[in-house]
Each structure stands twice: as structure tokens, then as C-alpha cells.
């Protein structure tokens, strides 16, 4: 099965960037957007000089269980750079949702509880509201998360938003809000 159909299959349409996005962020920008994949799993991510920021990370079903996505998340950890993540709050009716919160706290990761991620889909219309999560090597704060995820947003999902999905998606300060003050309860005390 080919990458992006692997991808597609997985994650949510809301979620999901067009193939041809993301083969242009492969063409256009090879220095900073990457692809890993193999026949098991697929990771699609920004390795920016100050941060990672993972777009996507699928593992098969077949290879679950087994260790690779924490092998995968390793080789991104000895970069040394914060690793940053989007990920759906629990959906009690998708259980996927609960066992990737669980696999990424595994990992060491933590919520950024002062950042809100809120993102009109030009696929659905509706507002997809999404967590931060960030690995963090040497005690980075959630400013810096915060600025890594501004850039991101600013290159790589709008990146020729309107080429490839006919309008713009939404400014970045609509979509991404920091609050010095921790406004959210913890998402990992949820599971």
C-alpha cells in the first residue's frame, strides 16, 4: 500500500493534508520535511535546527506491540531538539485515541497545558480542536513549544493552502493561543 494511503486510511479526513501537500513539502523543502517509512509504519516529520515537530506517525497493526514506534520516537530523541506533537483529545468511541495518549506518555511526553490549538478543517468545516504534546530534553518550556509550533503552522500546514485546497486556512494567531497561566487540566489524567 502506498504511504499516503496508509496515512489517509488512519488519521481522520479533518486531519489529514492533501497528497499532493505533502509531496510538495517533500520537494520543496528537503532539508527540513521528512519522510521515514517501511512497509510497517510511516513518519512524516519537521526536523527544524531547534525542534521536531512530528506531522504524522503510523504504525501497522501487524507491527504493534513490538517496539518500533518507540524506536522511531528514540531515533528522534537523540537529535537532542524538542519533539513536538499534535494529537485529538480521548474520543471515547475511538479507543485508538486513549492508546496513542498512553504510547506518547510512555515516550516521556507531556501536555502543554498552556497552549490552545483550535483549527477550522477546509475538509469538514468544522473546528478541530487538538492537544500539544512535547518532549522536552533539557527542560525546554512551553514558549518554546509554542514558537516551534507558530513556525510550523506557518510553513508547513499552510504551506500553498490555497493551491492545494482552493482557500486559505485561518490566520495562525486565530488557530494557536498561548496563556502563560496553565488553563487546561492535564490531558494524561484523563486516561
Given at each position: 500500500?502506498?504511504?499516503?494511503?496508509?496515512?489517509?486510511?488512519?488519521f481522520?479526513?479533518?486531519?489529514?493534508?492533501?497528497?499532493?501537500?505533502?509531496?510538495?513539502?517533500?520537494?520543496?523543502?528537503?532539508?527540513?520535511?521528512?519522510?521515514?517509512?517501511?512497509?510497517?509504519?510511516?513518519?512524516?516529520?519537521?526536523?527544524?535546527?531547534?525542534?521536531?515537530?512530528?506531522?504524522?506517525?503510523?504504525?501497522?497493526?501487524?507491527?504493534?506491540?513490538?517496539?518500533?514506534?518507540?524506536?522511531?520516537?528514540?531515533?528522534?530523541?537523540?537529535?537532542g531538539?524538542?519533539?513536538?506533537?499534535?494529537?485529538?483529545?480521548?474520543n471515547?468511541?475511538?479507543?485508538?485515541?486513549?492508546k496513542?495518549?498512553?504510547?506518547?506518555?510512555?515516550?516521556?511526553?507531556?501536555?502543554?497545558?498552556?497552549?490552545?490549538y483550535?483549527?477550522?478543517?477546509?475538509?469538514?468545516?468544522?473546528?478541530?480542536?487538538?492537544?500539544?504534546?512535547?518532549?522536552?530534553?533539557?527542560?525546554?518550556?512551553?514558549?518554546?513549544?509554542?514558537?516551534?509550533?507558530?513556525?510550523?503552522?506557518?510553513?508547513?500546514?499552510?504551506?500553498?493552502?490555497?493551491?492545494?485546497?482552493?482557500?486559505?486556512?485561518?490566520?495562525?494567531?486565530?488557530?494557536?493561543?498561548?496563556?502563560?497561566?496553565?488553563?487546561?487540566?492535564?490531558i494524561?489524567?484523563?486516561?
Amino acid at each position: 500500500m502506498h504511504w499516503y494511503d496508509k496515512l489517509n486510511k488512519y488519521f481522520p479526513v479533518e486531519e489529514m493534508k492533501s497528497q499532493e501537500h505533502l509531496e510538495a513539502l517533500l520537494k520543496d523543502f528537503p532539508e527540513y520535511y521528512h519522510k521515514d517509512e517501511d512497509k510497517y509504519h510511516v513518519l512524516m516529520y519537521v526536523e527544524a535546527e531547534d525542534f521536531i515537530f512530528i506531522d504524522y506517525l503510523f504504525v501497522s497493526n501487524e507491527a504493534r506491540g513490538q517496539g518500533l514506534g518507540h524506536q522511531l520516537v528514540e531515533n528522534l530523541k537523540t537529535k537532542g531538539k524538542p519533539i513536538i506533537l499534535e494529537v485529538e483529545p480521548i474520543n471515547y468511541k475511538d479507543s485508538d485515541t486513549k492508546k496513542r495518549l498512553r504510547f506518547y506518555q510512555r515516550e516521556g511526553f507531556k501536555h502543554a497545558k498552556t497552549i490552545g490549538y483550535r483549527r477550522l478543517s477546509l475538509a469538514t468545516r468544522e473546528v478541530n480542536a487538538m492537544e500539544i504534546l512535547y518532549w522536552a530534553p533539557n527542560n525546554e518550556g512551553e514558549d518554546v513549544v509554542y514558537q516551534a509550533l507558530v513556525k510550523t503552522y506557518n510553513k508547513i500546514h499552510t504551506y500553498k493552502d490555497v493551491q492545494f485546497y482552493g482557500e486559505a486556512y485561518e490566520p495562525v494567531e486565530k488557530v494557536v493561543q498561548f496563556n502563560n497561566e496553565e488553563k487546561q487540566k492535564n490531558i494524561f489524567d484523563e486516561i
